[in-house]
């Protein structure tokens, strides 16, 4: 099988498979491609994980397919629910590893926060996956299973309106350092007989992988968001060291070129607000000289704790004094509520169940394009 990122245990698992990757499937099987439309509905569209339950297929086939084939969802660990509705589910992942994954409902739409990784390999210095090592990636069926699980959790049926409305690739991990799954996951997500959700409701959070943001734009151009957090090369060189490697003169060469393919005609910039560090007025000003040239939201976002971190979140004073003056330069500033922080599931306080292996960060990070 030419799928090895959906494969569990010695079968090929049906649910990280895109549509067209099942259909090959069952053409190696010498089934017909609507069986594989058919099989592909019943786990997406009515979340179900047995062939039993699949009424439409014929008894013969229903036998054979658990014989080559699985659906295996990530087991669910624990759920809570924060006083302000925002859901956390820890959903394992093998060998002492856990993913967060975190539901946010707001008057308009029901945000899903969807991790690549377990861990990150990039280190951001204020980042609390960053912090928890990196143990490895997640296979494309371990990505979508995490949305599969949110619709089963909060008992969505496919005539109801959709509880998620959209999906931010924003929990544990950077996604573009785990292309293939992830590219293949948010396929899934988009195809109308898998979840049916539009590009602009499917958002892309990286810290600035350069080849990889190239590839998208061709391979699946979703939404896009840009961890920033720093007006310039030397700051952003401390706190995302990946700048390094992709500077931001690339960094902003690959993003405008990406808008043009993109679903939406703007990047979204974040911008982590860190008392003393990346907040003054100063920087304020060094950050509107920066994205003068580009069509850009930002989303400035206060800083959430975790033990044994270095920094502290910005004043509301400062918050808003760093607002004030990118607002006088017309640019489009929000400021991230804080939800659900009292369940440890505000953005970066994601830090599920790592297992660290060094070495294999070490391996994930070479693997990054050079
Ligand atoms: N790896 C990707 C996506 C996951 S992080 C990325 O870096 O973009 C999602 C967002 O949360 C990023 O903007 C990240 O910088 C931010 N973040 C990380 N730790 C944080 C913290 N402790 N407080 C607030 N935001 C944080
Ligand atoms: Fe990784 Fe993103 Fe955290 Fe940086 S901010 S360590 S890229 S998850």
């Known amino acids: 099988m030419a799928v090895p990122q959906s494969v569990q245990g010695d079968k090929p698992n049906l649910l990280g498979m895109t549509l067209p990757e099942m259909t090959r499937f069952f053409a190696e099987l010498g089934e017909k491609p609507f069986r594989a439309k058919q099989v592909f509905r019943w786990i997406h ?3 179900v994980d047995h062939f039993e339950s ?79 090592g990196f143990n490895r990636n997640l296979t494309s069926a371990e990505i979508i299973g995490q949305l599969w699980w949110a619709n089963k959790a909060m ?19 950077e996604p573009l350092a785990n292309f293939d ?31 990889n943001l190239i590839r998208l734009k061709t391979r699946c151009p979703v939404a896009l968001a840009v961890s ?5 090369d030397e700051l952003r060189d401390i706190l995302v060291p990946i700048n390094q490697k992709y500077p931001l003169t690339e960094l902003f060469a690959a993003i ?34 920066l994205v003068a040239d580009i069509k850009c ?3 400035l976002i206060p800083w959430n704790p975790f033990p044994q971190a270095d920094y502290q979140r910005s004043s509301n004073n400062a918050i808003h004094r ?4 990118l607002q006088n330069a017309d640019l489009i500033v929000t400021i991230r509520k804080t939800r659900g922080d009292d369940i440890d599931a505000a953005c970066g306080q994601l830090a599920g169940q790592v297992v660290d292996k060094s070495n294999r960060k070490t391996i994930a990070l070479k693997s990054i394009p050079a």
Not at 191 to 198: I, K, P, T, V, W
Not at 262 to 287: C, I, K
Not at 322 to 325: D, I, L, N, S, Y
């Open 45 to 47: 569209h009515f979340g």
């Open 54 to 132: 699949m009424t439409d297929l014929a008894k013969s086939l229903r036998e054979k397919l658990p014989t080559v084939t699985t659906i295996t969802p990530p087991k669910l660990m624990t759920s809570q629910e924060s006083k302000d509705g925002t859901r956390k589910w820890l959903l394992d992942v093998g060998t002492g590893n856990g993913i967060e994954v975190v539901f946010i409902p707001e008057d308009d739409r029901g945000t899903l926060c969807v991790s690549s990784q377990v861990g990150c390999a990039l280190d951001c210095t204020f980042c609390s996956t960053g912090k928890q």
């Open 155 to 173: 008992g969505r049926n496919p005539k109801d309106e959709r509880i998620v409305s959209n999906v931010v690739m924003m929990g544990m991990g």
């Open 181 to 211: 799954p992830v590219t293949n996951a948010m396929d899934i997500m988009l195809d109308d007989h898998g979840y049916g959700l539009s590009r602009r409701r499917v958002t892309l959070s990286t810290s600035g992988i350069v080849p």
């Open 228 to 232: 920033l957090h720093a007006p310039n």
């Open 256 to 289: 405008k070129d990406y808008l043009e393919a993109a679903p939406r005609d703007f990047v979204t910039f974040e911008y982590v607000m860190l008392s003393g560090v990346n907040d003054s007025v100063q920087q304020a000003h060094e950050l509107v000289k």
């Open 297 to 299: 939201k930002i989303n």
């Open 322 to 325: 760093f607002r004030e003056v």
